[in-house]
């Protein structure tokens, strides 16, 4: 071959390898890992990595699902130990100084420092709601991208309500006990009027109501927590409220603790067994579907209050999601990229719609109000939320806030006698 025509080639070849697009290259790999598993939550997350995947090739982010936190947390720990960390890790709520002390994350503030896009995508942080944006806000710094945000809410099993002759869902404890005293006399009465899973967020939320705090400095915002406030004057009508609740057979406490008691209330109220119960906003959709297909329906209010004292507001609840420190600059941006993608309005709007938890973003409440959402569901929870603004996370001196919320919860369970017990209908959890 003449060699001019070689040497042409050649060059010809060069200068297409020169102009192929980034993207053609291998994907930069953006693992992310979560701690759910069910097809509703995991399943969403992995539907928008495969979404936006398709639009910026030049990422491959995957979904990696974990039973729960504890797995996860203990997962990370290891990845740590062998310098295999993910590039996203979820931590929950009350764990936000704890993954601040781990040495694994940097905050979304400092990776992000002035850029108001990247990729493309808008980083605005302002349109997050503000009692979130406060949470997540810790010595003036933006730490971690918020996602599964819930609070405490009420369901009700209408059915049975009306049954009673109550119009509305109870939004005091006084109410409560009026309700109960209707529901309990009826013909066909529940084995109990309510129920609600021990775990320490619901002694927190109640307090929170009260305007009380549950620990010393400011909860923790000041400086480090160094004492709970148990037995402060809110912290003990929360305990008796619930005793003489009880003691007047409204109240049904399996004996479960913790995370092992949201099952005890998913099996009492699905099989109409109490006509009420405390829970998160979390499982909004799945427990107005239940309804639907059983033939009663569910409705969503805000969680009781004590009305001896008013009601300041509520706390959030759920996880945020956490920026591993020390990754490449591809890597990062790409992880950067796709917290926000995902977290946008029209995403923000759909995971609400898909779980009930709540839409981070005022844009996506505005969008969804615009679309009639909050007019086809009864629940007067979704559209206006009402959170207390930032009284937490604690920030733990010798032991962190998930130890304070189990001795929390280890407190009730010495209190209300275990166990309330119901008829051998339920299914095993």
């Given amino acids: 071959m003449n060699r001019k025509l070689v040497v ?97 994350f940097k905050s979304i503030a400092s990776a992000l420092g002035d850029r108001t896009e990247i990729n493309g995508i808008s980083t605005a942080l302002d349109d997050i709601i503000g009692p979130v944006a406060a949470y997540y806000t810790l010595d003036g710094e933006f730490t971690s991208m918020p996602w599964n945000t819930s609070s405490a809410i009420w369901f009700s099993n209408m059915n049975i309500l009306n049954a009673a002759g109550i119009d509305t869902p109870p939004a005091t404890w006084a109410e409560i006990d009026a309700a109960c005293e209707a529901i309990m006399a009826l013909p066909e009465a529940p084995e109990y009027c309510w129920t609600f899973p021990n775990h320490g967020w619901f002694f927190e ?99 009781p209050y004590n009305d001896a004292t008013g009601w300041t507001g509520n706390l959030i609840g759920g996880a945020s999601l956490w920026l591993v420190d020390g990754l490449s600059t591809e890597v990062e941006d790409g992880a950067l990229s796709f917290l926000f993608w995902m977290t946008n309005t029209e995403n923000a709007a759909s995971w609400h719609q898909t779980t009930g938890y709540i839409a981070i973003r005022q844009s996506a409440v505005d969008q969804l109000t615009a679309a009639g959402w909050y007019d086809e569901i009864r629940t007067s929870v979704s559209r206006r939320i009402s959170l207390r603004p930032a009284p937490s996370p604690l920030r733990p001196a010798a032991r962190s806030l998930a130890h304070s919320r189990r001795s929390a919860t280890s407190s009730l369970r010495r209190l209300i006698p275990c166990c309330s017990r119901l008829m051998p209908t339920l299914r095993p959890y």
């Fill in 205 to 303: 939320q109640w307090l929170a109501q009260q305007d009380a705090a549950f620990a010393n400095n400011d909860n923790g915002r000041a400086e480090r927590a160094t004492e709970v406030a148990f037995n402060s004057d809110a912290g003990v009508a929360i305990l008796n409220w619930m005793r003489e609740q009880q003691d007047k057979g409204y109240l049904y406490y399996s004996g479960a603790q913790g995370g092992d008691s949201w099952g005890t209330v998913d099996q009492a109220f699905g099989a109409q067994q109490v006509a009420m119960a405390a829970y998160s906003s979390s499982d909004t959709a799945v427990y107005t579907q239940t309804g639907v297909d059983n033939g009663y329906e569910v409705v969503a209010s805000f969680l």
């Fill in 8 to 104: 042409l080639l050649s060059l010809t070849l060069l200068a297409v390898l020169a102009v192929v697009p980034a993207f053609a290259q291998d994907p930069a790999e953006v693992p992310v890992w979560i701690a759910f598993t069910d097809a509703n939550r995991l399943g969403w997350a992995q539907d928008r990595a495969a979404e936006f995947n398709a639009a910026f090739p030049q990422y491959n982010v995957t979904i990696q699902g974990y039973a729960n936190y504890e797995e996860l947390f203990a997962a990370t720990a290891l990845a740590a130990e062998q310098g295999s960390l993910p590039a996203v890790v979820q931590y929950f709520e009350v764990a936000t100084q704890v993954a601040r002390d781990s040495g694994y």
